[in-house]
């Protein structure tokens, strides 16, 4: 239980972290 809840903080954490480094990928060009 704790495992699944541990990975779906990591996945949210990913993800925030893919939509920020495509904002500043698109802010660079």
Known sequence: M???KKG???A???K???YEL???TI???
């Open 22 to 24: 495509a904002t500043k």
């Open 2 to 4: 704790q495992q699944g």
């Open 27 to 29: 802010e660079f060009y």
């Open 16 to 18: 925030a972290h893919a």
């Open 12 to 14: 949210q954490i990913l």
């Open 8 to 10: 779906a903080a990591l």
